[in-house]
T-cell receptor
Framework: DQQVKQNSPSLSVQEGRISILNCDYTNSMFDYFLWYKKYPAEGPTFLISISSIKDKNEDGRFTVFLNKSAKHLSLHIVPSQPGDSAVYFCAASADYGQNFVFGPGTRLSVLP | EADIYQTPRYLVIGTGKKITLECSQTMGHDKMYWYQQDPGMELHLIHYSYGVNSTEKGDLSSESTVSRIRTEHFPLTLESARPSHTSQYLC???????????????FGPGTRLTVL
C-alpha cells in the first residue's frame, strides 16, 4: 500500500501561470516532507522542505503548504517557467529525514 | 551544489555478467543509500549504510549487494545480471543526525542499467 501518493501522473500549465502539484500521505507519523525535481537522465535535486510544525514554507517562486489534518501537501510554483518542466517527487519522513518514502512523481510540462 | 558521483551513467550488458555500480560522495556524509526506480514509479530503497562497515537492506528486496569500506564510497554489485535488473539505480547521501536536526538526501545522477 502506497504511503505517499501523487495522484496526478502529469500536469500541463501555461508559462506564467501557477502550477499546483499535490501529494497525499497515509502515515500520521510522517513529520518532515520534501519536494524533489528530476530531469530526464539526472538524479533528483532537492527543491524545498517543510516540517510538521509549519503549514507553509516559501522559497522564491516555490511554496509548499502542509495540511496535517488532511494529510495533504502541495507545491505551488508561481510564475511557472518552461525550465520548470520536470518530474516532481514528494517524499515523507518519520525520522528527521534519515529515511524517506517517495511518491511516484508528477510530470509537469510548462508550455511557452 | 551536491558532490555525489555515479559511474557509469549508462550500462548495457548481457545476462549473467557481474557488474558493479560505483557511487562516491565528497561531502563527508555518514549515511548513504541506493534506490531503484522504474519509469513512472516511485523510488524504492534497496540498500543503505550508516557509515563504514555498516550495510542494511532496504524496503525493496534486491539481489544486489553493497559494501562500505570507506566513508565516501558505496558500490553496488550484481553477481549475475538478469533482464529483470533493468532499471535506473540512484545513489544518495545525507548527514546522520540521530534525530538532532532535519536532513535532506543528495542524489547522484543515476546509472541506467539495461540487461539484455
Amino acid at each position: 500500500d502506497q504511503q505517499v501518493k501523487q495522484n496526478s501522473p502529469s500536469l500541463s500549465v501555461q508559462e506564467g501561470r501557477i502550477s499546483i502539484l499535490n501529494c497525499d500521505y497515509t502515515n500520521s507519523m510522517f513529520d518532515y516532507f520534501l519536494w524533489y525535481k528530476k530531469y530526464p537522465a539526472e538524479g533528483p535535486t532537492f527543491l524545498i522542505s517543510i516540517s510538521s510544525i509549519k503549514d507553509k514554507n516559501e522559497d522564491g517562486r516555490f511554496t509548499v503548504f502542509l495540511n496535517k489534518s488532511a494529510k495533504h501537501l502541495s507545491l505551488h510554483i508561481v510564475p511557472s517557467q518552461p525550465g520548470d518542466s520536470a518530474v516532481y517527487f514528494c517524499a515523507a519522513s518519520a525520522d528527521y529525514g534519515q529515511n524517506f518514502v517517495f511518491g511516484p512523481g508528477t510530470r509537469l510540462s510548462v508550455l511557452p | 551544489e551536491a558532490d555525489i558521483y555515479q559511474t557509469p551513467r549508462y550500462l548495457v550488458i548481457g545476462t549473467g555478467k557481474k557488474i558493479t555500480l560505483e557511487c562516491s560522495q565528497t561531502m563527508g556524509h555518514d549515511k548513504m543509500y541506493w534506490y531503484q526506480q522504474d519509469p513512472g514509479m516511485e523510488l524504492h530503497l534497496i540498500h543503505y549504510s550508516y557509515g563504514v562497515n555498516s550495510t542494511e537492506k532496504g524496503d525493496l528486496s534486491s539481489e544486489s549487494t553493497v559494501s562500505r569500506i570507506r566513508t565516501e564510497h558505496f558500490p553496488l554489485t550484481l553477481e549475475s545480471a538478469r533482464p529483470s535488473h533493468t532499471s535506473q539505480y540512484l545513489c544518495a547521501s545525507s548527514e546522520y543526525s540521530a534525530g538532532r536536526f532535519y536532513n535532506e538526501q543528495f542524489f547522484g545522477p543515476g546509472t541506467r542499467l539495461t540487461v539484455l
